[in-house]
């Protein structure tokens, strides 16, 4: 889909209410064991020309999951297990696979679990959207991009979802992440 811009007249315009179209929300499926496939990384490379480029790639995979390996020494109480697969000679996917405490925290959320997961998304359509709120918040439709890097002495080809832009498409300065945080009422808070 469409790259969606920063409308900072929208971030601007007041008190922003984030329970606003949890209602209709479409959220993805969280019983879906691979939360985020990585066929539509190799469907992009495709559509771009670009296939020819994976025999000098060592490693394919989602940004998130270059996260999870990268903070996995800080973080010792999320389990995930991810899965690595050989395609070539060379190249390595990885993907991560949701666990099945991972899968049983999903289906037994709460109303309170669920709407602050959808403040997040909520968030990115207010200060995105033309008519914030007009259409149902969909979590699925999402712009990514495609990048190749490298990670040490690794050529790594990494997808992650982009929220917005502020200026040109395509230029990778001009892709804004968004975050939600709280308002931090103590000192635990604030460590925390």
Known sequence: SNLKRLRVANASRGVIDLNEGFGTFRDRDRREIYPAPVYPIFGALEAAGQLKAL??????????????????????????????????????????????????????????????????????????????????????????????????NMNVVMCGEVDCCDGDEGELTNYVELKTSRVMNDARQVKK
């Open 55 to 152: 025999e000098e790639v060592d490693v394919i995979t989602w940004r998130g999951n270059v996260s999870k390996l990268l903070t996995a020494s800080w973080n010792a109480t999320e389990a995930w297990t991810m899965e690595a697969e050989l395609v070539n000679d060379r190249t390595i996917v990885l993907n991560v696979k949701e666990t099945e405490e991972g899968l049983r925290k999903a289906l037994t959320r709460d109303e309170r679990d669920e709407r602050m997961c959808y403040w997040g998304y909520a968030f990115e359509e207010a200060v995105t959207s033309e008519k914030p709120f007009a259409e149902p918040v969909d979590c699925m439709d999402c712009f990514c991009a495609v990048v190749k890097t490298k990670l040490g």
